[in-house]
């Protein structure tokens, strides 16, 4: 039972790292109405910036740190500069296309940069984990999933409560109708970029705290994508349940249908969910349901 | 797009593929060279000609699916792959002629393609494109964790050669008569698919679909149609890249090789089926120069090691898709049509 209860809890804290990678995907298509392929390349390029800052530059924690997330946000203002403000005005068809061509372009930047060798990625949070009772709770998923929880409701708020995240919203609607209303789309999506980069940042530093870093990383981008589809694309706050739902069936699946099927049923079971909520509630939990004119 | 003044007159000539004598001897002068390519060149231009015709297959199916119907596919490689395991299985270990796997594999994967598509009936939009990648990773966990006697696991299958009256297609240059022939026939298909209701259906969907339903367009059927065609064709293309390599693995069918064959498409020019094989030209061109090239950067680099081929290719597919979507969305294709409207016209400007 102890064991039970700790499978559910450390699957829960999985799950809020997905949302915490997924609040990437929604906050990019809460501003801007694009959907970015490219997210789990945006997590790896995080991790190369945080351990260039920490274990190359060789800077303290407290400093290397504030600096990568500046460092982030830049690189998502650069690929929001260079690639898609070119594209305001087209198709969101083709905003699309280009993060898909986004999606191998930097994987290739990385490997070019960076190359195929395995990495240490320094220590962030503390390797010991929580003992409490018999049951252990790794420390960062632990910290990381309250950090979730904090931006999540702090960006909830931020893009229903308050007049620039209201503002954004429009431009999810409609590019046009929001740039006739006096709101200036091209800075919604470099403000959806720059938050994004910087919250796959965070993503990465709780992911691979104390691992090894390769470019392989980049899976957790489409790990994420069941969670983000689960809470519905708008929906930053319904993240942290569609996380804890996934992550905790994820887990159980792996620790006890695995051994029957003696395969990773546990990686391909959150897309299984994912084809399930879109052939049954294809706008999620907590999703918009539009109602189109023609 | 014809420049003013130019209209065809009759249905006939509407519905022509083939409309001047100029295209008519360009088209048979085409494949005489392809005919003959064999005698011409030598044997690795006869490998890489091979290549360009299997990913036009493929190619001109993701056209279908994506140009034409609009769906955007990122699981293309995925629909290959269920084709081409379909073959070597068929082959393999029921001995079955070719003249039966390659139509079998099509169908096989069309089944596939065709489930995914199916959620088109409650999802709109390019949430769809979100279920291909889905299937991308079903096909992955399903070859590697069903029991290796079913699909192979990791160790991928043999494949044997196809076989006709007793001449078994060994060589690089009897394949590539195979590859042609059914190229060719998957081609001519494509042609006459885009031309019927089908696929003005799919041109009408892609352009509005809340506007294609209310003029009676079964619109969830039209889309899961076009995953159906789409992945028929990416599985005739799998069959034909299993009696090549004679060896499927599922590494060989990755989320990388789909965006390949969306570069293409998005290369040549999105809803043009010559389009798709000028694509696939040009991208297989840039592939083999990098691979040709990368090997000689790599000794000179030498801190890069070998993964520069893949961080290459990946760079320079990702910047091309990226600066056409920017600087000519329509693809080559767009740029050699009002090249010539504008000579048709000369010296007026329209």
């Not at chain 1, 198709?91 to 930047?109: A, D, K, N």
């Not at chain 1, 992550?247 to 049923?265: E, F, W």
């Not at chain 1, 391909?268 to 879109?278: D, K, N, S």
């Not at chain 2, 693809?331 to 007026?348: A, T």
């Amino acid at each position: 039972m102890v064991y039970f209860i700790n499978d559910v809890i450390t699957g829960a804290l999985i799950g809020l790292l997905y949302a915490l990678v997924a609040m990437g995907f929604v906050v990019i298509y809460r501003a801007s109405k694009v959907f970015n392929f490219a997210q789990g390349e945006l997590v790896i390029i995080g991790g190369f910036i945080v351990w260039f800052t920490t274990l190359e530059l060789g800077l303290n924690l407290w400093l290397s740190i504030p600096l990568s997330l500046v460092l982030a946000g830049v690189v998502g203002y650069l690929i929001e500069r260079i690639f898609l403000t070119r594209l305001i005005g087209e198709s969101v068809f083709s905003m699309v296309m280009v993060t898909i061509g986004l999606l191998i372009l930097l994987r290739g930047v990385v490997l070019l940069l960076f190359g195929p060798a395995v990495r240490p990625f320094p220590i962030i949070f503390p390797l010991k984990p929580l003992f409490l009772g018999d049951m252990l709770i790794p420390m960062n998923l632990l910290i990381g999933g309250i950090l979730t929880i904090v931006a999540a409701v702090g960006l909830s708020w931020f893009f229903n409560r308050t007049r620039s995240g209201l503002r954004m919203t429009a431009v999810a609607e409609d590019h046009v109708v929001a740039s006739s209303m006096g709101i200036s789309v091209k800075g919604s999506i470099a403000f959806a970029w720059i938050l994004g980069a910087v919250l796959s940042t965070i993503g990465a530093m709780i992911f691979l705290s104390g691992k090894s870093l390769t470019f392989l990383a980049s899976e957790i981008g489409f790990a994420a994508l069941p969670v983000a589809l689960l809470a519905g694309l708008e929906s930053i706050g319904g993240l942290i349940l569609a996380g804890i739902i996934i992550g905790v069936i994820q887990s159980l699946t792996t620790n006890y249908l695995d051994p029957y099927v003696g395969g990773s049923l546990g990686s391909v079971v959150p897309y299984v969910i994912m084809l399930a909520i879109l052939l049954i509630r294809p706008t999620g939990l907590f999703g918009w349901r539009t109602i189109e004119r023609v | 797009m014809d420049p003013s003044g130019v209209f065809p007159t009759s249905y006939r000539a509407d519905r022509r593929v083939v409309r001047t004598r100029w295209q008519a001897l360009a088209l048979l002068l085409f494949l005489a060279v392809m005919l003959a390519a064999p005698h011409l060149a030598g044997g690795r231009i006869i490998a890489v000609l091979n290549l360009m015709l299997i990913s036009a297959v493929i190619a001109v199916g993701l056209q279908i699916c994506t140009g034409y119907a609009g769906q955007i596919n990122l699981g293309q490689a995925a629909f290959m792959g269920v084709g081409a395991y379909t073959a070597a299985i068929l082959a393999s270990r029921f001995g079955l002629t070719f003249l039966l796997t390659i139509p079998l594999s099509g169908v096989a994967a069309a089944l596939f393609g065709f489930l995914f598509g199916l959620t088109a009936a409650r999802i709109k939009g390019f949430y769809l494109a979100l279920t291909t990648i889905a299937a991308q990773f079903i096909f992955h966990f399903a070859v590697l964790n069903l029991p290796g006697s079913w699909l192979g696991g990791s160790n991928g299958i043999t494949v044997p050669p196809a076989e006709l009256f007793g001449f078994r297609f060994v060589t690089e240059t009897s394949q590539f008569y195979l590859n042609l022939i059914v190229a060719g026939v998957m081609i001519a298909g494509a042609f006459g698919i885009i031309r019927s209701r089908f696929g003005r259906a799919f041109v009408a969907v892609r352009d509005d679909d809340v506007a294609a339903g209310i003029m009676g367009i079964n619109v969830a059927a039209t889309k899961a149609n076009a995953f159906l065609i789409g992945a028929f064709y990416a599985g005739v293309g799998g069959a034909l890249w299993a009696y090549m390599i004679r060896f499927v693995a599922v590494d060989q069918f990755t989320l990388f090789h789909s965006i390949f064959f969306v570069a293409m498409i998005i290369v040549g020019g999105m809803g043009s089926i010559v389009g798709a094989l000028i694509g696939v030209f040009v991208i297989r061109i840039i592939q083999e120069i990098i691979a040709t090239v990368g090997p000689n950067i790599a000794d000179s680099v030498s801190f890069l090691g070998g993964d520069i081929v893949f961080a290459g290719m990946n760079v320079i597919l990702g910047g091309i898709i990226a600066l056409f979507m920017i600087v000519e969305p329509k693809g080559l294709m767009h740029r050699w049509n009002i090249l010539k409207s504008s000579y048709r016209i000369w010296p007026f400007p329209y």
